[in-house]
């Protein structure tokens, strides 16, 4: 399944991005976090974007970075809500191979300290156990590849990638 472009999936704290810069080194490709996009291109972080438009404002805008990036010969780490658009995830799907890291909500709350500040796309009323269970399921349908990170450290789920990949 070896591709040269590679989009990385999942919830917050899943370590995409992470993941990302050691994947794209290892495969002599690009990098793009497709949240840091969002930031440069809106001149906000994204709670700033959140707090002032709203959680959809900040899906549509992402949407947009989604269809308009080249991920061509790239490491893509897509922001979590990524998933949330039909169109973006249809444009990232088309020359790629799709890795949904999957990580346990007990862990990521561990690893989540600022979810109500982190810029995460969600309902104001939604915890973080909401938006897990809403995700998942979305995460699953646009994987190509699944990667069970429970309990992994960065270079173990860096060689989990490589093997899968290969």
């Not at 070896?2 to 994947?23: D, F, R, Y």
């Not at 291109?41 to 709203?54: A, F, N, P, V």
Request: aromatic share 6%; charged share 25%; net charge negative.
């Amino acid at each position: 399944m070896q591709t040269n472009t590679v989009v990385l999936i999942g919830m917050p704290g899943a370590g995409k991005s992470t993941l990302g810069i050691l994947l794209a080194k290892e495969l002599g490709l690009d990098f793009i976090d497709t949240d840091v996009s969002i930031q440069v291109r809106e001149g906000k972080t994204l709670q700033h974007i959140s707090d002032e438009k709203g959680y959809l404002a900040l899906r549509d805008i992402e949407e947009q970075v989604l269809l308009t990036e080249n991920i061509t010969g790239k490491v893509v780490s897509t922001g979590g809500s990524a998933v949330y658009s039909d169109a973006g995830m249809a444009h990232l799907k088309q020359d790629s191979v799709v890795v949904f890291l999957d990580v346990p909500l007990a862990e990521l709350e561990q690893r989540i300290s600022n979810f109500s500040t982190r810029g995460i796309a969600r309902r104001p009323d939604q915890s973080f156990d909401d938006l897990f269970d809403e995700r998942s399921t979305l995460y699953q349908r646009y994987a190509d590849i699944r990667l069970d990170c429970s309990s992994l450290s960065v270079d173990e789920v860096l060689q989990k990638t490589l093997a899968a990949l290969a």
